[in-house]
Protein backbone atom coordinates (compact mmCIF):
# COMPACT_ATOMS: atom_id res chain seq x y z
CA UNK A 1 0.00 0.00 0.00
CA UNK A 2 1.76 2.98 -1.13
CA UNK A 3 1.42 6.16 1.21
CA UNK A 4 2.87 8.83 -1.15
CA UNK A 5 3.30 7.92 -4.79
CA UNK A 6 4.99 9.98 -8.19
CA UNK A 7 4.71 9.46 -11.55
CA UNK A 8 7.43 9.05 -13.66
CA UNK A 9 10.08 7.74 -11.62
CA UNK A 10 12.19 9.01 -14.01
CA UNK A 11 12.05 11.87 -16.79
CA UNK A 12 14.47 12.47 -19.31
CA UNK A 13 13.68 15.63 -21.59
CA UNK A 14 15.02 18.58 -23.66
CA UNK A 15 15.02 22.03 -22.90
CA UNK A 16 12.31 23.92 -23.96
CA UNK A 17 9.81 21.01 -23.53
CA UNK A 18 6.55 21.03 -20.83
CA UNK A 19 6.39 18.17 -18.80
CA UNK A 20 3.90 17.29 -15.58
CA UNK A 21 4.71 15.19 -12.48
CA UNK A 22 1.68 13.54 -10.61
CA UNK A 23 1.64 13.24 -6.98
CA UNK A 24 -1.33 11.09 -5.07
CA UNK A 25 -1.27 10.43 -1.13
CA UNK A 26 -3.59 7.66 -0.07
CA UNK A 27 -3.31 9.24 3.41
CA UNK A 28 -6.54 10.97 3.99
CA UNK A 29 -4.13 13.62 4.50
CA UNK A 30 -5.39 17.52 4.02
CA UNK A 31 -1.88 19.61 3.10
CA UNK A 32 0.83 18.60 0.28
CA UNK A 33 4.02 19.97 -0.90
CA UNK A 34 6.33 20.08 -3.23
CA UNK A 35 10.38 20.22 -2.82
CA UNK A 36 13.28 20.75 -5.00
CA UNK A 37 16.20 18.42 -3.99
CA UNK A 38 19.34 19.91 -6.07
CA UNK A 39 22.62 17.96 -7.22
CA UNK A 40 23.95 18.66 -3.59
CA UNK A 41 20.90 17.13 -1.63
CA UNK A 42 19.91 20.49 -1.09
CA UNK A 43 16.10 20.28 -0.12
CA UNK A 44 13.66 23.03 -0.61
CA UNK A 45 10.41 23.95 -0.26
CA UNK A 46 8.49 25.11 -3.56
CA UNK A 47 4.60 24.96 -3.14
CA UNK A 48 2.12 23.57 -0.09
CA UNK A 49 -1.66 23.36 -0.59
CA UNK A 50 -4.09 22.51 2.11
CA UNK A 51 -7.56 21.36 1.14
CA UNK A 52 -6.73 22.20 -2.40
CA UNK A 53 -5.96 25.77 -1.40
CA UNK A 54 -2.38 27.14 -1.72
CA UNK A 55 -0.56 28.43 1.44
CA UNK A 56 3.14 28.57 0.64
CA UNK A 57 4.43 29.59 -2.69
CA UNK A 58 8.01 30.14 -2.30
CA UNK A 59 10.04 31.80 -4.97
CA UNK A 60 9.82 29.95 -7.42
CA UNK A 61 9.99 30.91 -11.02
CA UNK A 62 6.30 31.15 -13.14
CA UNK A 63 7.45 28.26 -15.39
CA UNK A 64 5.99 25.94 -12.54
CA UNK A 65 2.46 25.95 -11.76
CA UNK A 66 0.94 23.27 -9.55
CA UNK A 67 -2.54 22.15 -9.45
CA UNK A 68 -4.60 20.17 -6.67
CA UNK A 69 -7.44 18.69 -8.06
CA UNK A 70 -8.76 16.99 -4.83
CA UNK A 71 -7.18 17.08 -1.48
CA UNK A 72 -5.52 14.00 -2.94
CA UNK A 73 -3.71 14.94 -6.05
CA UNK A 74 -1.08 17.47 -6.30
CA UNK A 75 0.13 17.75 -10.21
CA UNK A 76 3.23 20.04 -10.86
CA UNK A 77 3.44 21.27 -14.54
CA UNK A 78 6.97 22.67 -15.37
CA UNK A 79 6.63 25.11 -18.77
CA UNK A 80 9.83 25.77 -21.06
CA UNK A 81 12.07 23.40 -19.20
CA UNK A 82 15.73 25.07 -18.92
CA UNK A 83 19.20 22.97 -17.42
CA UNK A 84 18.87 24.36 -14.13
CA UNK A 85 15.39 23.17 -13.38
CA UNK A 86 17.52 19.38 -13.25
CA UNK A 87 16.77 18.30 -9.70
CA UNK A 88 15.13 15.40 -8.11
CA UNK A 89 11.47 16.67 -6.79
CA UNK A 90 9.26 15.51 -3.70
CA UNK A 91 6.10 15.15 -3.04
CA UNK A 92 4.65 15.00 0.56
CA UNK A 93 1.66 15.24 2.75
CA UNK A 94 0.84 15.35 6.47
CA UNK A 95 -2.17 15.36 8.73
CA UNK A 96 -4.75 17.73 8.88
CA UNK A 97 -3.71 21.20 8.72
CA UNK A 98 -4.92 23.78 10.88
CA UNK A 99 -2.99 27.10 12.69
CA UNK A 100 -1.20 23.94 14.95
CA UNK A 101 -0.41 21.42 12.68
CA UNK A 102 3.43 22.37 12.32
CA UNK A 103 4.35 19.77 14.45
CA UNK A 104 3.28 17.13 12.11
CA UNK A 105 5.22 14.54 10.40
CA UNK A 106 5.59 14.76 6.59
CA UNK A 107 5.41 11.85 4.64
CA UNK A 108 7.41 11.58 1.74
CA UNK A 109 6.89 9.93 -1.57
CA UNK A 110 10.05 8.35 -3.42
CA UNK A 111 10.97 11.30 -5.90
CA UNK A 112 10.53 11.75 -9.31
CA UNK A 113 14.46 12.56 -11.35
CA UNK A 114 13.96 15.46 -13.81
CA UNK A 115 16.86 15.29 -16.04
CA UNK A 116 16.78 17.88 -18.95
CA UNK A 117 19.39 17.89 -21.35
CA UNK B 1 13.70 34.01 9.30
CA UNK B 2 14.38 30.27 10.42
CA UNK B 3 17.62 27.98 9.47
CA UNK B 4 19.47 25.16 10.28
CA UNK B 5 23.06 24.63 9.95
CA UNK B 6 24.78 21.16 10.05
CA UNK B 7 28.08 20.77 10.85
CA UNK B 8 30.09 18.41 8.72
CA UNK B 9 28.88 16.88 5.28
CA UNK B 10 30.20 13.71 6.13
CA UNK B 11 30.76 11.72 9.05
CA UNK B 12 32.52 8.39 9.26
CA UNK B 13 31.98 5.74 11.89
CA UNK B 14 32.50 2.27 12.45
CA UNK B 15 29.99 -0.01 13.02
CA UNK B 16 29.48 -0.40 16.83
CA UNK B 17 30.61 3.41 17.91
CA UNK B 18 28.78 6.48 18.26
CA UNK B 19 26.81 8.33 16.30
CA UNK B 20 26.69 12.29 16.64
CA UNK B 21 25.78 14.39 14.05
CA UNK B 22 25.33 18.21 14.45
CA UNK B 23 22.89 20.57 14.10
CA UNK B 24 22.27 24.30 15.34
CA UNK B 25 19.06 26.43 14.43
CA UNK B 26 18.42 29.82 14.25
CA UNK B 27 14.86 31.13 14.88
CA UNK B 28 13.13 34.28 16.10
CA UNK B 29 10.04 32.50 17.52
CA UNK B 30 10.00 29.26 19.64
CA UNK B 31 10.93 26.24 16.71
CA UNK B 32 9.74 22.63 16.56
CA UNK B 33 12.61 20.90 15.14
CA UNK B 34 12.81 17.82 13.17
CA UNK B 35 15.43 14.85 11.86
CA UNK B 36 14.64 13.11 8.54
CA UNK B 37 17.24 10.48 7.17
CA UNK B 38 16.99 9.39 2.94
CA UNK B 39 18.11 6.46 2.28
CA UNK B 40 19.42 6.04 -1.17
CA UNK B 41 17.34 6.61 -4.33
CA UNK B 42 14.20 6.82 -1.58
CA UNK B 43 12.50 9.58 -0.13
CA UNK B 44 12.80 11.46 3.43
CA UNK B 45 11.81 9.45 6.48
CA UNK B 46 11.02 11.13 9.87
CA UNK B 47 13.43 9.71 12.39
CA UNK B 48 12.30 11.83 15.63
CA UNK B 49 10.38 15.45 16.40
CA UNK B 50 10.65 17.93 19.17
CA UNK B 51 7.64 19.92 19.97
CA UNK B 52 8.44 21.73 23.39
CA UNK B 53 7.06 18.42 25.14
CA UNK B 54 10.47 17.14 26.03
CA UNK B 55 13.83 17.90 26.15
CA UNK B 56 15.30 14.30 24.59
CA UNK B 57 13.34 13.06 22.14
CA UNK B 58 13.97 9.21 21.07
CA UNK B 59 13.15 8.25 17.79
CA UNK B 60 12.94 5.29 15.74
CA UNK B 61 15.81 2.99 15.59
CA UNK B 62 17.31 3.52 18.39
CA UNK B 63 18.30 7.28 17.75
CA UNK B 64 17.70 10.04 19.78
CA UNK B 65 18.04 13.88 20.03
CA UNK B 66 18.38 16.56 22.64
CA UNK B 67 17.04 19.93 22.32
CA UNK B 68 18.92 22.48 24.03
CA UNK B 69 18.24 25.58 24.10
CA UNK B 70 20.97 27.73 25.52
CA UNK B 71 23.20 26.20 22.81
CA UNK B 72 20.71 26.46 19.72
CA UNK B 73 21.24 22.58 19.09
CA UNK B 74 19.72 19.86 18.54
CA UNK B 75 22.26 16.92 17.87
CA UNK B 76 21.42 13.35 16.95
CA UNK B 77 22.70 10.28 18.34
CA UNK B 78 22.90 6.85 18.33
CA UNK B 79 25.03 4.88 20.84
CA UNK B 80 25.95 1.95 18.93
CA UNK B 81 25.81 2.51 14.60
CA UNK B 82 24.54 -0.82 12.34
CA UNK B 83 25.35 -0.81 8.39
CA UNK B 84 21.87 -0.23 7.81
CA UNK B 85 22.02 3.45 9.29
CA UNK B 86 23.98 4.27 6.55
CA UNK B 87 21.88 7.35 4.93
CA UNK B 88 21.76 11.21 4.15
CA UNK B 89 20.89 12.53 7.39
CA UNK B 90 18.48 16.40 7.64
CA UNK B 91 17.67 18.43 10.24
CA UNK B 92 14.74 21.01 9.64
CA UNK B 93 13.04 24.02 11.48
CA UNK B 94 9.52 24.78 11.42
CA UNK B 95 8.00 27.72 13.06
CA UNK B 96 5.70 26.61 15.74
CA UNK B 97 2.61 28.41 14.42
CA UNK B 98 0.54 28.78 11.35
CA UNK B 99 0.91 26.17 8.61
CA UNK B 100 3.64 24.09 8.76
CA UNK B 101 6.96 25.02 6.47
CA UNK B 102 10.08 23.05 6.86
CA UNK B 103 13.19 24.41 6.27
CA UNK B 104 16.09 22.06 5.87
CA UNK B 105 19.81 21.59 6.87
CA UNK B 106 21.94 21.06 4.13
CA UNK B 107 22.25 16.97 5.03
CA UNK B 108 25.01 14.84 6.55
CA UNK B 109 26.19 11.89 4.92
CA UNK B 110 26.61 8.87 7.35
CA UNK B 111 29.43 6.55 5.89
CA UNK B 112 29.20 3.20 8.41
CA UNK B 113 32.58 1.13 7.89
CA UNK B 114 32.36 -2.81 8.91
Known amino acids: DTAVSQTPKYLVTQMGNDKSIKCEQN?????MYWYKQDSKKFLKIMFS???????INETVPNRFSPKSPDKAHLNLHINSLELGDSAVYFC????????????????FGPGTRLTVL | AQSVTQLGSHVSVSEGALVLLRCNYS??????LFWYVQYPNQGLQLLLK??????LVKGINGFEAEFKKSETSFHLTKPSAHMSDAAEYFC????????????FGTGTRLLVSP
Open chain 1, 49 to 55: YNNKELI
Open chain 2, 27 to 32: SSVPPY
Open chain 1, 27 to 31: LGHDT
Open chain 2, 50 to 55: YTSAAT
Open chain 2, 92 to 103: AVSRSSGFQKLV
Open chain 1, 92 to 107: ASSPPGDLYSSYNEQF
